[in-house]
T-cell receptor, first 115, second 113 residues
Framework: SAVISQKPSRDICQRGTSLTIQCQVD?????MFWYRQQPGQSLTLIAT?????????ESGFVIDKFPISRPNLTFSTLTVSNMSPEDSSIYLC????????????FGAGTRLSVL | GNSVTQMEGPVTLSEEAFLTINCTYT??????LFWYVQYPGEGLQLLLK?????DKGSNKGFEATYRKETTSFHLEKGSVQVSDSAVYFC????????????FGPGTRLSVLP
């Protein structure tokens, strides 16, 4: 298994500002994922972050809005840029462990409210 | 692409009742199937998984069997407890590479004492 720490756990931000969310894993992993969970809804994959390469974004998400860094095998950041109230969500980091059978382990999430 | 359909909630049960949450999927190839649980205020935790047809995943009294003929992975528990109150997500791997996941909409379960 993996232990994943996300910071901050929650934040309240003003419209137009940016927030950077950190994800730290207790072991080296190849693939890290960032999800958004809007209130009362399921998870939507924002992007896949591989160490040493550009993040791969899903349809509807762009790098200018959600820049991602992956400087090493245990750490990643997601920035939510130029925030609006529509960005109020839970943002979740997860990691995929192989050869553990394609299991993804999740952090506790960052609860973001934009005023 | 792969997709998953999940029973709409909320589901409200009395303690010790039998639980079934339906999950069906559409996939090409042979995805792995998962149930995740999200307790209030927390992230997602893996509850159980199955990687091939007829596999049964089980954990904490919950079970689900990978049914390829009906493309289903229904979650069951014989006797629920108040502590099982949470949101349950069915998920499958997005493609045969097995790293990207697709999640169902989630089913909120409330168990009353």
């Amino acid at each position: 298994s993996a232990v994943i720490s996300q910071k901050p756990s929650r934040d309240i931000c003003q419209r137009g500002t940016s927030l950077t969310i950190q994800c730290q894993v207790d072991s080296q992993v190849t693939m890290m994922f960032w999800y958004r969970q809007q209130p009362g809804q399921s998870l939507t994959l924002i992007a896949t972050a591989n160490q040493g390469s550009e993040a791969t974004y899903e349809s509807g998400f762009v790098i200018d809005k959600f820049p991602i860094s992956r400087p090493n095998l245990t750490f990643s950041t997601l920035t939510v840029s130029n925030m609006s109230p529509e960005d109020s969500s839970i943002y979740l980091c997860s990691v995929g462990l192989l050869p553990a059978g394609n299991i993804q382990y999740f952090g506790a999430g960052t609860r973001l409210s934009v005023l | 692409g792969n997709s998953v359909t999940q029973m709409e909630g909320p589901v409200t049960l009395s303690e010790e009742a039998f639980l079934t949450i339906n999950c069906t999927y559409t996939a090409t190839g042979y995805p792995s199937l998962f149930w995740y649980v999200q307790y209030p205020g927390e992230g997602l935790q893996l509850l159980l998984k199955a990687t091939k047809a007829d596999d049964k995943g089980s954990n904490k009294g919950f079970e689900a069997t990978y049914r390829k003929e009906t493309t289903s992975f229904h979650l069951e528990k014989g006797s629920v407890q108040v502590s099982d109150s949470a949101v349950y997500f069915c998920a499958l791997t997005k493609d045969n590479y097995g790293q990207n996941f697709v999640f169902g909409p989630g089913t909120r379960l409330s168990v009353l004492p």
